[in-house]
Structures are given as structure tokens and as C-alpha cells.
């Protein structure tokens, strides 16, 4: 195992008197590297062998949770187009059983989801008693992409991070444990990678043209994001920078995010609910 | 129009620095009377007059908000056993076009709710822009219920105010208007009409073993509801107590409180989008 810790890569947790400042002190998105890889294991066989391991490990754990139908799981995760999400939920559950996943895709809101409260939609959707939920994209967008487009204003923006602070609190209040992964990848990058989806005809799908607007206020959802994730890091609710550059290193190290905090729930497979004793099954 | 206002019948609003108390001041749920008919007309016919005429005009102002499909409104009932929500839901929105209403009555939670936090079920509930949406029983239940029997204890019991607070608050901040009213009836009237359920075969559907238990421990809901009440009446969010032993006032009361409110919303016919003049349909 690596020596480094997640908690390096915590993002600070958001302190209520700072809150008038409309920024969590000394978190700067951009002193984390994207092409970093804190949690290799040394190479790419390495770290395949690894993410196996803990893939492996989860189904463990997931099953002992399903089992006991009292925590559940919470893992957002959010990232710039090309970040990596899809890949990630892909690498990360390879050995884990779907029957207890439960996967949501936010997209672009629906007029039925439009005329609600922006948490309407996700709250069907949190994982029920035993349920290991993974959101790809969330909440969040409703931070970041009106945010960015003018449509919210900063007091607007404000009152929603406390909305979303007091939401995860809710869940929070009721066995949720909720991580929040941050792929973090660096513009040189997505250029690559967009530019692969143009060139390979298998990947026309995933390519949209918007894909190339968005990218032009690149800056703009970085700083939208660095100010929504010092705003919603909660004790309850963390965010993790996860340098994503290397794809390998991605998934190893949000299955070590995932596998970490999951020890951390005491899951046990639940005793009989008989005495069981000398039963002999005729 | 009656001289009295709603206002002296809304519960004084939370204050925040009065939490540690856990009290709301001079609240007393025993200082209503619920044999006061203060919104009555004069007699039953006047009354009726009144109520038809507020019925009919909730329709058109419902109607407006369903054509601008911007405002929204819940109105939450709660009350006793027997204090007459369905018969409240029934009288008042006889005029009002049922298209416009969505009326979500809540009963005893299901596994399906019980895996998720008690905000999970109602939420989805909520009204879309334009709608005029009934909780018949509600989140309020989750503070009532297992702090009677026991299930949760002071502090889980506070920390649910504090979630419904938040959670109300969400909505109120979508254009939402909340409007609580608790269905406020005596022991004695409870006792009369538990027993017409005994006794008219037609009403024999109605009654439930259960609420003969729930009778014994009147005083200790009574208190529920006192502290509740008190901790989650806020300015985006009043409670409102309705003198409820006479059934022909509780309407009228319901139907003033509801007309009151959606006339401060300035409920309008939305313009034409396109330019009509001239237009001859052929």
C-alpha cells in the first residue's frame, strides 16, 4: 500500500464563520497536480493488480451492507467533460455486484425537473438501507453550469450551497455515508481526449458539439468548482481532489477513497434471526 | 368578511436563539379554543354562502397560477384523528378544478420509505410550478408519531425540526408557498365522532381499532404537536391553528386562510406570446 493518505486530498471542510468571505480559506484547486499519481502502486500492471484487489474487497463489503439493510452509500462524482466518470464507475465495480448498485445520470434537467426545487430530482434517487448509490454528475451541475452561464446570481449560488449542505446533512442523519470524488484533469488533457472522440469513429457517440463551448469557459467552471467544493466539504460530506490525468491512477485511487471509508462502517453479515442449531435441511 | 385576522391565529414564528430552550416562547396549544367559530359568518347558511364563495374563487386563482406556472403552493393538513382532514380537502376545493390540485394523503410508512430519510417520500410530492398541492398528513407525522410511542428520543426529535426547517425553507426558496394548518378538536368531540364510526354502518369503513389506542395517549400527541408546532412555524412556513369542533368554521377558516394567501401572490393571466391582433381563425 501507498504510504500517502487520502486525508491529503481531502478539501478543507467548510466552516460556517466563513461563510461572509464566500471562500474556504487556503483551498486552491489549482496547487493540486492532475498528473499526479499518489496512489500508484509503483506500474500499470501494479496498479491494475491493485484495483482488482479493492474492486474485489467492495463486493465484499457492498454484500455485508446489503446484507445488514442499514448503511448506505453515497458516491458522487463530478468532473469536467472527458474526466472520466463513465470509466470510472466502469473500472471501480468490475467485481462488485450490481443487484446492490444503484446508478443515476443526471443530464441536462427535464421540464418536470425544471418546474421542482434543483434537489427534487436527486432525492428519489439516494440509496436506501443496504444500497451503495453512485451519482454521475448530481446536484452540483446546479452550482456550476448556471453559475457559469450568468442564469444564477452569487446570493442564489449561496443559498443553494446551504440547501446542499443542509440536504447531505439530512441523508447524513440517516446512515448515509457520502463521498464526493472531484476528477481532476487538466485542459491539455481534455483537448486530447475530445480530439480522440472526433478522430475514432467508436467514439463519435460520446461527442457534442456543446462538448467545445463548455470548453471555452474552462476557467470558469474551475473557479465555479473550486468555490462549490470549499463551500459543500463537511465532516459529513467530503470532497476528494482526485488527480485524473492517468486513467489507472483515477480508479485506484477512488476505490481506495470508497474501500477506506467503507471499512470504516463496522459491516458484519447480520446474525440469525433463529436458532439455527441442528437444523437439518430435509 | 369577518373582523378577525388569520394572523392571530398563526403560530408565533421560531427564533433560532430560543432552540436551546426548546420552547417557542409564550406558545400554548391549550389556549385555543376549539369550539370558537371566529371566522363564521353568522349561522350555518351564511357560512355555506361564504365557503361556496371562497371555493369559487380559489378556482380562479388556482387557475391563474396553473396559466403563469410559476407560483407554487402546498397546503399541509394535520390534526387528530376525526378532526376532518378529508372532509376539509372535500368542502373547500369543491369548486376548484381537480386538474390543478395534486393531493398526496399519507399513511403508516412503507418498507420501500422506511429505507430512505422521512423526508424522501414527501418530497417527490411537492408541487411543480402552477400547482396547488394538499398534504393530507405529512412530514409532520415523523415528529409526532415515534416521539409518542418512543421511537426517537429528544434529540433525534430536534434534529428533525431542524431538517424540516431546512427542507421547507427549499422550497420556499422555488416560488413555493407553504401553508400548515392544524385541525385543532376537543376529547370530547374526538370521542362523538369515533363513535358515529362505531355506530352508522357507512362509517364503519372509517374506523380503525388502532384509534382507540391512540385516544390514550391524547394528551401526550397534544404535547407533540405544542412543541412541533412551535419549532417549525417560520415566516416562509406558519403554521396556522383552526378551531375545529365545528366542521361548517373549519372550512370557511381553511378556505379564508388559503384565498388570504394566494391573493398576496399576485396571480396573474400570463401576456400573449405571440402577437393576436387581427388573428381571424379560419
Same sequence: chains 1, 2.
Avoid at 450568468?150 to 443542509?166: F, L, P, S, T, V
Amino acid at each position: 500500500m501507498s504510504k500517502v493518505t487520502i486525508d491529503a486530498f481531502r478539501v478543507p471542510h467548510f466552516k460556517d464563520k466563513t461563510a461572509s468571505e464566500g471562500k474556504n480559506g487556503s483551498f486552491k484547486l489549482a496547487s493540486y497536480d492532475c498528473a499526479a499519481k499518489p496512489f500508484s502502486a509503483g506500474g500499470k500492471d501494479a496498479d491494475r493488480q491493485q484495483l482488482s484487489d479493492l474492486s474485489l474487497e467492495l463486493d465484499v463489503l457492498q454484500d455485508r451492507m446489503h446484507a445488514q439493510t442499514r448503511e448506505r452509500v453515497l458516491l458522487v462524482l463530478q468532473g469536467m467533460d472527458t474526466s472520466g466518470k463513465d470509466g470510472t464507475i466502469r473500472a471501480v465495480f468490475r467485481e462488485v455486484d450490481p443487484l446492490g448498485l444503484r446508478i443515476a445520470a443526471f443530464r441536462a434537467p427535464t421540464p418536470d425537473e425544471i418546474a421542482h426545487d434543483f434537489l427534487w430530482r436527486v432525492h428519489r434517487h439516494t440509496p436506501a438501507g443496504g444500497e451503495l448509490a453512485i451519482f454521475n454528475r448530481s446536484h452540483y451541475e446546479d452550482v456550476l453550469v448556471p453559475r457559469v452561464t450568468g442564469a444564477i446570481d452569487k446570493g442564489e449560488c449561496e443559498r443553494r450551497y446551504a440547501h446542499i449542505r443542509h440536504f447531505e446533512s439530512l441523508l447524513a442523519d440517516t446512515h448515509t455515508t457520502i463521498i464526493k470524488c472531484f476528477l481532476h484533469i487538466s485542459k491539455d488533457t481534455q483537448r486530447e481526449r475530445l480530439q480522440a472522440r472526433v478522430d475514432d469513429p467508436t467514439k463519435h457517440w460520446k461527442f457534442d458539439p456543446s462538448d467545445l463551448e463548455a470548453r471555452q469557459y474552462w476557467d470558469d467552471y474551475q473557479a465555479a468548482y473550486e468555490d462549490a467544493l470549499a463551500a459543500t466539504s463537511t465532516p459529513e460530506a467530503p470532497w476528494y481532489i482526485v488527480p485524473a490525468d492517468s486513467k489507472t491512477h483515477r480508479n485506484v485511487m477512488v476505490a481506495t477513497i470508497l474501500a477506506e471509508t467503507m471499512r470504516t462502517l463496522k459491516l458484519e453479515y447480520p446474525p440469525a434471526k433463529h436458532d439455527l442449531e441442528g437444523i437439518k435441511v430435509k
